[in-house]
């Protein structure tokens, strides 16, 4: 498992190459990479926070749960903090597995814990305002499939 949380920028394809490059028993990979939505012509950027430590050991357990449950053979989640503009990458996740169906599935249920468990905190900066961005219901909806 390579679990990261940092402040500078990341390349997904590289990224994307560099854990496949990793995984000759895998008959299937899947990534997914988020990136910061511009939510209206006036903002400027969002602000991620984080506490050390805390994160990465809450992302190592959703990570764990998910190698568990679908017999992965590794995962890859990346998350960022700081202040990122619209467009640029914000996570990325990638899961091998045996078989395709367990590689999505996991993917899903990782994208599913981190939008709503992952200890981050996010508030959008506009020209006017920042707003803190709260939690959506359809995201909190979304972890009843699991």
């Known amino acids: 498992m390579d679990i990261r949380v940092q402040e500078g920028a990341f390349d ?43 994160t990465e050991n809450a992302l190592r ?20 903090f700081g202040d990122l503009r619209p467009a640029e990458p914000i996570m990325m996740v990638a899961t091998a597995a045996k078989h395709r169906a367990d590689a999505f599935a996991a993917a899903d249920f990782l994208m599913d814990f981190l939008k709503s468990r992952a200890p981050f905190w996010k508030k959008e900066v506009s020209v006017d305002k920042s707003t803190w961005v709260s939690a959506k219901q359809t995201d909190e909806d979304a972890l009843s499939r699991w």
Do not use: C
């Open 12 to 54: 997904p394809g590289i990224e994307l190459n560099g854990f496949t490059d990793g995984q000759p028993n895998a008959g299937a990979i899947v990534s997914f990479t988020g990136v910061v939505r511009k939510v209206s012509e006036k903002m400027q950027f969002m602000q991620i926070e984080h506490y050390p430590g805390m």
């Open 61 to 80: 357990s959703i990570a764990s749960n998910a190698v568990e449950r679908w017999s992965l053979i590794d995962v890859l989640i990346i998350h960022r």
